[in-house]
């Protein structure tokens, strides 16, 4: 039942308008329901939760975000070492990636720079040099590669 129309604000006068002329539109009688029903305890605590559970929604997403943008800065790539395919890591204890296989560029010849005396990084055995290639430049630099 409608209430008296001292009491309605003038969207819901607009809308009991509506209802009451011979042109009924449906979402009008909605509104004018809407508007003049209370908000039961119930109702206000099922628009708490589905706020609580947007905002978790998105801080999940920034979450992913994050990780995956740091996922993309991995310490370690698949590079052409001396002709062929290999994970370089900048340290010991990374995950190696599964290279593909890539045929890389014929390496030219080059004598290896000379090796200065060095200990070997914290879980590796053994340095030497090796040709790797520059995916920027697209040519071979020498490289001190730890394994």
């Known amino acids: 039942m409608l209430p008296s129309e ?3 604000n003038p969207m819901v ?3 009991y308008g509506y209802v009451q002329g011979e042109s009924l539109k449906p979402y009008a009688a909605l509104l004018v329901r809407l508007l003049n029903s209370p908000i039961t305890r119930s109702e206000e605590i099922a628009i708490a939760q589905k706020s609580v559970n947007l905002i978790w929604v998105g801080v999940l997403l920034t979450a992913i975000v994050a990780f995956r943008a740091q996922a ?3 310490a370690c790539e698949c590079r052409c070492v001396n ?3 290999q994970a ?3 340290s010991a204890i990374d995950i190696r990636p599964i290279c593909g296989p890539t045929v890389c560029q014929i390496v030219p010849p080059s004598i290896a720079p000379i090796q200065s005396p060095t ?11 090796a040709q790797v290639l520059d995916p920027y430049t697209h040519q071979y630099v020498w490289q001190q590669v730890c394994r």
């Open 6 to 8: 001292a009491l309605l």
């Open 88 to 90: 370089l890591c900048t």
């Open 13 to 15: 006068e607009e809308a």
């Open 119 to 129: 200990i070997p990084p914290i879980g590796t055995s053994s340095c030497s040099q």
């Open 72 to 74: 993309a800065d991995a």
């Open 83 to 85: 002709g062929n395919m």
